[in-house]
């Protein structure tokens, strides 16, 4: 066999006549009958451009110019053009498919050969046999001089024609024949097989290709053939012996479209790629903003691709691979947690993206045609019960609620009448008079179910423009309301009430804490707040009779200024649910609500009747436990869930009161909407817009939001606040409760400065209702670990 270069081209021609034109040669000669002579020009004239002509075998060279290179061979393949190229006995070439055992000889393995095997699922490796190993097995050195013993069924090939093989040229022959491969002489041998329907083993394509059968033109086909995924499929084995066939066009053509395909693909996601290191290699402040990731549709179906797969919501498995092949490319794992991390390093999430929020597709924005809707109803301005309100804007109105909130759906107002019995006025935001019901704002509330409140945002049910300069009630404005007065009994029960549609002007808009204030102060001037608070003594003490249970406890609030920066400033404060200003707003709505529910059930109106079945809980069981959030936790432990009726009331055991609607939230809430609806349709005589079977098919819906958005608040709070802790000095102290002990001197614990429950290990000695004081020991926000080290004094 003999080889001729020039300019890196290689021919390879047998060293004896073949009897059919290897292809090799073949390709060559179309790429130099491509070439004009007159391209040879550009090479001077006084140093000839030379090839060489070498022998593999002998190694000898001769050297030749370029113009005699060309001249020979183009002489040499024109002559051979014009004979007619016929199979010879050394490429014996059948389409006899009965045939193709014929070429199927099983090779004896012997000692000395030559053979290739596969060393595991990624290595396939050249080695020497050496002696059996037991009745199958072989003792065989590799090409990297290690000895070991192989299993038939691990041989992939048999080199031919090699005896003795010496282990140190394996090394060698593996080079010459890895720059010996050529995967387009496939190719050519495809086209020829094909148009005779063809099967061929490795060496009849030796033979085809390279002109030889000799071992390294072999084992080339062989390497070939094995590699190949284009042109043959394997027809049959027997041992490490197998015929090939040739693939019909169709499915070749369809195999180089997806090859294309991939390489496109590929150097899609290399570029891809690129752009993640060069985005996470940027300082934080001049990373891409996130709507430039999508400025190009290829790169944004994969940032996609990767936030779905980071918040477990992939569509289908394309985007779950896709998702894969990204994260495989940047040498990270394939879990959620590296998807969210590289996303957080390039910059499209921020560093305390809210996951929660993406899981469950909150709708954080309304689209145009909901503003649209919103701004017509606002310019509007129509009140349909405008003749039916009752004037209140005489009376004091106090609206007592967070520092943060952003909407405020109600006020109190309270008198002492002649006869000493106390009147207090319920009012509530009317959000009904601005939205009808199936009205287009009024589906779209009915969608979200319920604002969703957290500490970096709130998003409301109704669009925040309507929301708040609409619907509000706003300090010194005249606003609608729906008004629910109550007089009390001199023991706290309802003696009479009232409901109407009115107009009030709210006096005040106080904060719990400035409530506090001027209750503790006890000013004359403030004598109506006096009174509120007053009725909210008698209606507990009116509940506890009824066997209320109490549960107040401590509760934590955070605000988050900045969510999106790094270290967004963190706001914390620790209610305290027996706070005189909380627990007079609280019963105020607890009284709204029985009000509500016994107006409903006279008139026979269906409503969202809540109840919640009388506990079986003695809490006197309770007495040993200190009074508090000690005793609170242990009984809400015992307490069974609430229950819905939609056609009449039902008795609230844990509040103590014969039945309960929730009304005092209809901006955030849609049942309590729905309550409107029903109540001043009513109020109006009206054909009442829901049956109680509506209703229950519509709570269905809007209580599964309301639960997501609840659980969206729960895991949003638990975030901050352990991020709060996060950051706090290693040596902080913090006042904890005992709550009570899991297992051993494992105890559940309160904060009382957090208002956060925690675990960890106390002293000995400890009991439930004693305090300890505690560090943090460990604080990972994102992966939701928190734990407590006590701090024990010593003495």
């Known amino acids: 066999m003999v080889v001729r270069t020039v300019n890196s081209i290689s021919l390879f021609r047998s060293t004896t006549p073949p009897s059919q034109l290897p292809l090799t040669a073949f390709r060559r000669y179309h790429q130099i009958r491509a070439f ?117 069924q691990q041989i992939t090939y048999i080199v031919p024609g090699v005896d003795n093989f010496n282990t140190t040229e394996i090394s060698d022959f593996n080079q010459r024949a890895q720059n010996n491969l050529d995967p387009t002489l496939l190719e050519f041998a495809w086209l020829e097989l094909l ?74 996601l290399e570029e891809f790629v690129q752009l993640l290191r060069s985005a996470k290699a940027m300082p934080p402040r001049g990373k891409p903003s996130k709507c430039s990731w999508k400025a190009e549709d290829k790169i944004w179906h994969k940032i996609e691709s990767l936030e779905a797969f980071a918040i477990d919501a992939c569509k289908d498995d394309v985007q779950k691979n896709t998702a894969g092949v990204i994260l495989k490319a940047m040498g990270l794992s394939k879990t959620a947690g590296s998807a969210v991390n590289l996303l957080t390093d390039i910059g499209y999430f921020p560093v305390h993206v809210n996951l929660d929020l993406l899981k469950f597709n909150i709708r954080t924005s309304y689209p145009d045609h909901i503003l649209s809707a919103a701004e017509s109803i606002l310019q509007e301005s129509h009140d349909p019960d405008k003749d039916d309100r009752i004037d209140l804007t005489h009376l004091k109105v106090y ?67 309507l929301a708040m300069q609409g619907m509000s009630l706003k300090q010194g404005t005249i606003c609608r309301a729906v008004t629910v007065s109550v007089v009390l ?86 209610e305290d649910q027996t706070d005189p200003a909380m627990r007079l707003v609280s019963e105020m709505m607890i009284l709204c609500g029985e009000a509500i529910a016994t107006f409903g059930s006279a008139n026979k ?101 309301a639960r997501i958005a609840k659980k969206l608040f729960s895991s949003s709070l638990r975030y901050w606040i352990l991020e709060y802790l996060r950051r706090q000095p290693k040596q902080r102290k913090f006042r904890a409760l005992i709550l009570k002990f899991l297992k051993d001197r494992n105890a559940s614990l309160l904060l009382l400065e957090v208002g956060f429950q925690a675990t960890a290990w106390v002293s000995v000695g400890s009991h439930v209702g004693d305090e300890v004081e505690v560090r943090v020991e460990e604080a990972h926000p994102r992966d939701d670990i928190i734990s407590f080290k006590e701090v024990v004094q010593v003495t």
């Open 36 to 152: 004009n002579y007159l391209h040879f020009s550009r090479f001077p004239v006084s140093k000839p451009t030379l090839f060489s002509y070498r022998n593999l075998k002998t190694g000898g060279c001769r050297s030749y110019s370029v113009q005699s290179f060309v001249d020979s061979v183009i002489e040499e393949f024109e002559a051979l053009r014009r004979r007619r190229i016929r199979a010879s006995n050394k490429s014996v070439l059948t389409s006899n498919k009965e045939l193709v055992d014929d070429k199927l000889r099983k090779q004896v393995l012997q000692k000395g050969l030559l053979l290739e095997f596969k060393k595991d699922s990624e290595r396939i490796l050249l080695a020497v046999a050496q002696k059996p190993d037991g009745r199958r097995n072989w003792i065989v050195s590799d090409q990297n001089g290690v000895t070991t013993s192989i299993k038939p």
């Open 195 to 268: 148009e005779g329907n063809k099967s061929v083993t490795v060496e009849e394509l030796a033979e085809m290709i390279f002109g030889s059968a000799d071992p390294l033109e072999c084992y080339c086909a062989h390497l070939l053939l094995s590699r190949d995924e284009v042109y043959f499929t394997r027809l049959d084995s027997k041992g490490s012996s197998s015929v090939y066939g040739p693939r019909p066009t169709v499915q070749v053509e369809e195999i180089k479209r997806r090859v294309i395909a991939k390489e496109a693909a590929d150097k899609e």
């Open 399 to 465: 609206a007592i609620d967070v520092d943060e909130a952003d909407e405020l759906d109600d006020a109190l107002s309270a008198t002492k009448l002649h006869d000493g019995r106390i009147k207090v006025w319920i009012h509530v935001a009317d959000p009904a008079s601005f939205v009808k019901p199936g009205s287009l704002i009024d589906r779209e509330a009915l969608q979200r179910g319920t604002s969703v409140f957290l500490p970096t945002a709130t998003y409301p049910m109704f669009p925040e423009k």
């Open 489 to 574: 009994h001199s023991d706290g029960s309802i003696a009479e009430y009232s409901v109407n549609n009115s107009v009030i002007k709210p006096t005040y808009m106080l904060t719990y804490e400035s409530a506090s204030e001027l209750l503790n102060l006890n000013l004359e001037e403030e004598l109506e707040l006096r009174i509120l608070a007053e009725a909210a003594r008698l209606r507990l003490q009116w509940r506890r009779g009824q066997g209320a249970i109490e549960t107040g406890s401590l509760e934590p609030r955070i605000k988050v200024e900045n969510p999106d920066d790094p270290e967004p400033s963190i706001r914390l404060y620790v």
């Open 605 to 705: 109106i269906p409503l969202p009747y809540r109840g919640q079945p009388q506990s079986k809980i003695d809490t006197s069981a309770f007495n040993h436990l200190p009074e508090g959030p000690v005793r609170s936790s242990a009984i809400v432990k015992l307490m069974r869930a609430a229950e819905m009726d939609y056609r009449k009331a039902i008795r609230h055991g844990i509040l103590g009161i014969p039945g309960y609607v929730q009304f005092t939230s209809p901006i955030r809430r849609y049942m309590d909407l729905l309550a409107h609806y029903q109540v001043k349709a009513f109020l109006k005589g009206d054909v009442l817009p829901f049956t109680s079977g509506q209703m229950e098919g519509m709570a269905a819906s809007v209580n599964m939001n």
